[in-house]
């Protein structure tokens, strides 16, 4: 907790490989330090992109062990087949919530913060995903706080493609929840903000990765497919690895938002 009793949030973007691993690791004591940051959690669903996309327990595992105390997927949580049977044992890790019900991990992650308790939850989009989830995210996200009113506030992870489904998630959240944090594009977006209701919101924090890419990818591997009709390869770039996300500061006694801020680093000069 900083000196005006404020705290504060770090929410970082698709991490994207080793490079995003690797500047995480070696940089987050100093992140942490710099910024006051009581808590820091990630998206965390293309972490193993260099074995294709997903990631692993060992992988999660290693961010939570460097103070990522909740993680959140997408659509490829199951990008590694083994991470199906590795999944229940990394409970702070949580998969889309509207996965039908039978899916396994955990829906979403409870954490102590400010001696309250605060649910971590990510939701899959509809627009433009190209999967099938089991129920609406809007419904699914009003259905998991009515089913815990115990928990005292909510930060959620909305993994979609389109800006108008994440722009109406926040609203549908406004004043429900202390944060609604899109992820997906790997490219962040300007609108860091809080709405009227005191909930932290931002269409995309970008991603933990190499940005001299296309969305992370090697460029001669993804630019072939828009230019000649071919397959797509994953191959992870190297060049340029910088760290994107959100800075929220909130009021610790009723886990409203006090503020919202793109976070770069290296601090942009
Ligand atoms: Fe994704």
Redesign the pocket.
């Known amino acids: 907790m900083n000196q005006n009793s404020s705290v504060r949030i770090l929410f970082l973007g ?1 991490i994207v490989g080793k490079p995003g691993r690797a500047l995480i690791l070696s940089q987050l004591p100093e992140i942490r330090e710099r910024f006051h940051l009581d808590l820091i959690l990630a998206n965390g ?2 972490a193993a992109s260099d074995k294709g996309s997903g990631i692993t327990a060992a992988i999660a595992h290693e961010l939570h062990a460097a103070g990522i105390l909740a993680i959140t997927l ?3 949580t199951w990008g590694q087949k083994e991470f199906l049977n590795e999944i229940d044992s990394v409970p702070f890790v949580c998969r889309p919530a509207n996965f039908a019900a039978s899916a396994p991990g955990a829906s979403w992650v409870e954490l102590p913060f400010c001696g309250k308790r605060l649910g971590v939850a990510c939701f899959l989009g509809q627009a433009s995903m190209r999967i099938l989830t089991d129920s609406s995210p809007f419904r699914a996200a009003s259905e998991l706080l009515e089913q815990h009113p115990e928990i005292d506030s909510w930060i959620f992870d909305f ?1 979609a493609e389109t800006t108008a489904e994440k722009i109406a998630m926040g609203w549908h959240l406004n004043g429900r929840v202390l944060a609604v944090m899109g992820t ?1 594009t790997h490219v962040q977006s300007n609108d860091a903000q809080v709405l009227d209701g005191g909930t932290a919101y931002m269409t995309d924090l970008g991603m933990c990765g190499p940005h001299r890419s296309i969305i992370g990818h090697k460029i001669e591997a993804r630019l072939p497919s828009f230019l000649q009709s071919l397959p797509p390869r994953a191959e992870v770039a190297s060049e340029d690895v910088q760290l994107r996300g959100c800075l929220i500061e909130a009021d610790p006694i009723n886990l409203k938002a006090q503020s919202a801020k793109a976070f770069r680093w290296p601090l942009p000069e």
């Open positions: 698709d669903e293309n997408g659509n490829h993994h997906n």
